[in-house]
DNA sequence: GCCAACGTTGGC
DNA sequence: GCCAACGTTGGC
């Protein structure tokens, strides 16, 4: 079982919506970062992710969510109404992929990136990297359990 | 293949 | 709104 983090603007998309889905299922559409998309194909059914707040006031981590379909193509890239459109992306050959995620759980309260920075643990997080701006990045179990270990302080 | 210009991300 | 950092595009 691997472990992610996922970002999303909480304007366009939460974790609270994520819950008042039906199923508490959703496709995470919209990836266009060759890198981010890898990671996306990577993951298997059953892996955990960190749900991250970004552009927002407080960014953070803001609960548990969990892969419930692996990759298969993200068909946004072929509408040409959607804010993500792709016409290099084809029925032939999909270009991006998405996967499903389901809500586990909320944290009480945020794992805020400020906490995450001051964390010496957590130094070498690829969250914290300079520069790094992935929207979908891998986590390690020590990761894992040093981000669980600051919900509980918090 | 180089690289300038441009677009995007995302914290602050 | 600013801006640093990075990715992508496209002319040459």
Same mark, same amino acid.
């Not at 991006?96 to 995620?101: A, E, G, I, P, T």
């Given at each position: 079982?691997?472990?992610?983090?996922?970002?999303? @603007? &909480?304007?366009?998309?939460? +974790?609270?919506?994520?819950?008042?889905?039906?199923?508490?299922? @959703?496709?995470?559409?919209?990836?266009?970062?060759?890198?981010?998309?890898?990671?996306?194909? /990577?993951?298997?059914?059953?892996?955990? /992710?960190?749900?991250?707040?970004?552009?927002?006031? !407080? &960014?953070?981590?803001?609960?548990?969510?969990? +892969?419930?379909?692996?990759?298969?193509?993200?068909?946004?890239?072929?509408?040409?109404?959607?804010?993500?459109?792709?016409?290099?992306?084809?029925? @032939?050959?999909?270009?991006?992929?998405?996967?499903?995620?389901?809500?586990?759980?909320?944290?009480?309260? &945020?794992?805020?990136?400020?906490? +995450?920075?001051?964390? /010496?643990?957590?130094?070498?997080?690829?969250?914290?990297?300079?520069?790094?701006? !992935?929207?979908?990045? &891998?986590?390690?179990?020590? @990761?894992?359990?040093? +981000?669980?270990?600051?919900?509980?302080?918090?």
């Amino acid at each position: 079982m691997n472990y992610w983090l996922m970002k999303s @603007e &909480p304007k366009s998309f939460s +974790i609270a919506d994520l819950q008042s889905r039906p199923k508490k299922t @959703e496709h995470w559409d919209g990836v266009r970062n060759y890198q981010a998309r890898n990671f996306m194909r /990577a993951m298997k059914k059953g892996d955990l /992710a960190f749900f991250y707040h970004s552009s927002c006031a !407080l &960014p953070g981590v803001y609960g548990i969510i969990e +892969i419930a379909r692996a990759a298969y193509p993200d068909h946004s890239a072929r509408d040409p109404e959607n804010h993500h459109y792709d016409p290099k992306s084809t029925p @032939e050959r999909p270009l991006w992929d998405m996967v499903d995620v389901r809500f586990q759980r909320e944290f009480k309260r &945020p794992v805020t990136l400020t906490a +995450i920075k001051t964390q /010496a643990t957590l130094k070498s997080m690829r969250l914290v990297q300079r520069g790094s701006r !992935l929207s979908v990045m &891998p986590v390690t179990a020590q @990761e894992w359990r040093a +981000i669980l270990q600051l919900e509980k302080k918090s």
